[in-house]
């Protein structure tokens, strides 16, 4: 909580007066202002996870939260000073102000009529505290930024000024950095198409921060023009323009009005035009990348998305001292983010591929070095393990674990339809015998309903299916499988016979 609590003071001491000239300030001042500032929030959520992502908004924020009609959305009221708590939030995705909501917008009949009333809207939305409240989130990145530099200076100089075991110290966390940049290099090679996120870590905060500090400057010299780029979502099937339209002509009307100047690909504001149905929603985006890419840096073949990873943990409702288990998990994304959200249980990691055990460990690595450029000192580390294993032959004690979330083989660019025959049954029943009868629960997703089903019709005996969650897995329908584990004890094939399991 100490990190949320220094995020959201030096969010309060951000200032607005130096953007006076763009946007007016009024009132006794524009911290109080600020401070009391309410706007409403939208956020972009894992679909299927909508009332996961409600329940930690109410929780963290204690504020009240509606879910959207369309589907992955959730809109909740804060004050600007919890600005900083919500991008601490584990479920969302990407987050944006929103300007203004139109439940049931009416649409003319001809596409001109429509694009042209686009136009006019521009001019009629209630900006001003929407960009207030970007101006607030930017300045507060930049300050984020600095404090990056800040701290790694800071280490730098205690480690130096150290002396005996101390100077030892920084030579296992030099070589502690510089094994995990290589790890990342070889990891890189295996895999192309891997986005390189490490240097983030180490350079790219020092860099960023020259530039913000010529940035900065040069608005003192001369004044800004904001540059922005309008982003159009639009579902449904009896709408009469396109996307394309709706942007080009809804952003022309905005160039117009603020005289910004558009820009597709470097832009300072994006506006969102968001269109479901009859519902329209248009906003200003916050984040500039989704918040799930918050703790991978070696990515494999199939890399869940964080955020994800979080609402399938949720589901199980982990109590302190669990025993969490991913026996599949391929990069590690379940076991990092629940040892980054759930520290006071014990998370186990584990894959049979010797890659996808590596890539786990070196993300482990990457979180640890991340954690300790932020506090300046080396980490006692975090409560988790990799292991490589056999997921039909773990290495685990009957009924030792509490819970168990893994993302199953989906049999499209990991293993096969047939395989997963096979696969399915032998998992969940070697689940069965690890998982403590009566308290034990699983989540498991899968692309493959149709196998699962078969395999969980055989296994009523010791699995009970709770709850399923449909979700959305870059285009293909999957589902989430809540499980819990009947008090029935887990009686080996083997023992069946007269003989005795290993275990």
């Known amino acids: 909580m100490s990190d949320v609590q220094e995020a959201t003071n030096q969010l309060l001491d951000v200032s607005l007066h130096e953007h006076q000239k763009s946007i007016p300030v009024t009132g006794s001042g524009p911290r109080s202002e600020s401070q009391h500032l309410q706007v409403t929030i939208g956020a972009t959520v894992p679909t299927g996870f909508e009332q996961t992502a409600a329940d930690e908004v109410r929780e963290k924020l204690g504020s009240s939260c509606k879910i959207s009609k369309d589907r992955g959305k959730i809109y909740f009221d804060i004050s600007v000073e919890s600005l900083a708590q919500v991008h601490c939030l584990r479920s969302v995705d990407n987050l944006f102000v929103v300007v203004?909501?139109?439940?049931?917008?009416?649409?003319?009949?001809?596409?001109?009529?429509v694009l042209k009333d686009f136009e006019e809207l521009a001019g009629k939305l209630p900006w001003s505290d929407p960009l207030k409240v970007w101006k607030i989130n930017t300045s507060f990145k930049k300050k984020k930024t600095k404090r990056k530099k800040i701290n790694q200076n800071s280490s730098?100089?205690?480690?130096?000024?150290?002396?005996?075991?101390?100077?030892?110290?920084?030579?296992?966390?030099?070589?502690?950095?510089?094994?995990?940049?290589?790890?990342?290099?070889?990891d890189y090679y295996e895999n192309p198409a891997i986005k390189e996120e490490i240097s983030t870590l180490v350079g790219d905060d020092l860099a960023s921060c020259k530039d913000e500090k010529d940035e900065?400057?040069?608005?003192?010299?001369?004044?800004?023009?904001?540059?922005?780029?309008?982003?159009?979502?639009?579902?449904?099937?009896?709408?009469?323009?396109?996307?394309?339209?709706?942007?080009?002509?809804?952003?022309?009307?905005i160039q117009d009005y603020f005289k910004w100047k558009?820009?597709?690909?470097?832009?300072?504001?994006?506006?969102?035009?968001?269109?479901?149905?009859?519902?329209?929603?248009?906003?200003?985006?916050?984040?500039?990348?989704?918040?799930?890419?918050?703790?991978?840096?070696?990515?494999?073949?199939?890399?869940?998305?964080?955020?994800?990873?979080?609402?399938?943990?949720?589901?199980?409702?982990?109590?302190?001292?669990?025993?969490?288990?991913?026996?599949?998990c391929g990069t590690g994304a379940i076991p990092i983010e629940g040892a980054t959200e759930w520290s006071n249980c014990y998370h186990i990691a584990g894959d049979n591929n010797p890659l996808a055990v590596n890539r786990a460990a070196n993300n482990i690595s990457s979180l640890l070095t991340k954690s300790q450029i932020k506090e300046g000192k080396v980490s006692w580390g975090l409560p988790?393990?990799?292991?490589?294993?056999?997921?039909?032959?773990?290495?685990?004690?009957t009924g030792?674990?509490?819970?168990?979330?893994?993302?199953?083989?989906?049999?499209?660019?990991?293993?096969?339809?047939?395989?997963?025959?096979?696969?399915?049954?032998?998992?969940?029943?070697?689940?069965?015998?690890?998982?403590?009868?009566?308290?034990?629960?699983?989540?498991?997703?899968?692309?493959?309903?149709?196998?699962?089903?078969?395999?969980?019709?055989?296994?009523?005996?010791?699995?009970?299916?709770?709850?399923?969650?449909?979700?959305?897995?870059?285009?293909?329908?999957?589902?989430?499988?809540?499980?819990?584990?009947?008090?029935?004890?887990?009686?080996?094939?083997?023992?069946?016979?007269?003989?005795?399991?290993p275990w």
């Not at 203004?100 to 009529?113: G, M, R, S």
């Open 400 to 501: 030792s674990v509490d819970i168990i979330v893994t993302d199953m083989p989906f049999g499209k660019r990991m293993g096969s339809k047939k395989r997963n025959w096979n696969l399915y049954p032998a998992c969940l029943r070697e689940m069965s015998r690890v998982c403590r009868p009566g308290t034990g629960r699983a989540a498991l997703l899968t692309q493959d309903k149709k196998c699962f089903a078969k395999a969980l019709s055989g296994m009523g005996h010791v699995w009970r299916k709770v709850h399923t969650v449909w979700v959305n897995i870059g285009g293909l329908h999957a589902a989430v499988y809540l499980l819990k584990r009947t008090p029935q004890a887990f009686i080996h094939p083997s023992e069946q016979d007269g003989e005795r399991t």
């Open 384 to 397: 988790i393990d990799a292991v490589q294993w056999d997921i039909c032959n773990l290495p685990l004690r």
């Open 262 to 328: 558009a820009d597709m690909t470097n832009f300072d504001v994006e506006v969102l035009l968001n269109i479901h149905d009859k519902e329209i929603v248009v906003g200003i985006a916050l984040t500039e990348e989704s918040l799930h890419r918050r703790n991978i840096t070696h990515f494999g073949p199939t890399t869940l998305r964080s955020t994800l990873a979080y609402g399938m943990l949720r589901l199980c409702a982990p109590q302190p001292t669990d025993i969490i288990v991913d026996p599949m």
């Open 156 to 186: 730098k100089e205690k480690i130096n000024n150290g002396q005996g075991d101390k100077t030892d110290e920084r030579d296992d966390k030099k070589g502690f950095i510089n094994n995990t940049l290589d790890s990342h290099i070889l």
């Open 100 to 113: 203004k909501e139109f439940k049931d917008y009416p649409f003319k009949e001809t596409k001109e009529e």
């Open 216 to 253: 900065s400057s040069k608005e003192e010299t001369q004044p800004e023009v904001l540059k922005f780029r309008v982003t159009c979502n639009r579902a449904g099937e009896k709408h009469c323009f396109s996307s394309n339209e709706a942007a080009r002509d809804f952003g022309g009307a």
